[in-house]
């Protein structure tokens, strides 16, 4: 059997389809709605295609913030060294003040590294990585409306 492509019109509008649901479906599922019920209230086939699929757009979300994050900890980091840096010179003279201002500094690039944690917490979704990928979503979904409308 042949796979047949969509034309382009069609896909866009099935892709707009599909963002529109998941973002549905994630919405569901911090309302506290069971599998089940979204399954059913989005018409997935099953609980496992609901979980799967919020599971995917979720993960999905996570990896596209992943990158804009980890260059504001590096933009984070670099400040920091600057700072280190003219400071040093007095800290090296003994300067109790400078000397504080550093360790604060230290500790601060620290926290940003995840030095001090005795486990890592990478992977663990939060309310707030939660809402940033509904944001992104809703984003997407409106992105993809756009590009399937017709011209006028």
């Known amino acids: 059997m042949v796979a047949r492509r969509l034309p382009a019109n069609r896909r866009d509008a ?5 963002a529109e649901r998941r973002r549905d479906a994630v919405r569901l599922r911090i309302a506290g709605k069971t599998w089940q019920e979204i399954a059913d209230l989005l018409g997935y086939d099953s609980k496992g295609g609901a979980c799967k699929d919020v599971s995917r757009a979720l993960q999905k979300a996570v990896t596209d ?4 994050l980890e260059e504001y900890r590096q ?10 840096d ?6 090296l003279d003994g300067d109790t003040r400078a000397i504080d201002t550093a360790l604060r500094l230290m500790d601060r690039r620290a926290k940003l590294l995840g030095l001090d944690a005795p486990t890592r917490t990478e992977g663990v979704l939060s309310l707030d990585v939660i809402d ?7 984003a997407q979904v409106d ?3 756009t590009q399937a409308e017709p011209a006028d």
């Open 14 to 18: 099935h892709q707009v389809q599909l």
């Open 65 to 68: 913030l992943a990158l804009p």
């Open 75 to 84: 933009l984070e980091l670099d400040r920091l060294d600057a700072m280190q």
């Open 86 to 91: 003219a400071l040093w010179p007095k800290v």
């Open 132 to 138: 940033a990928s509904i944001a992104q979503l809703t």
């Open 143 to 145: 992105a993809a409306r």
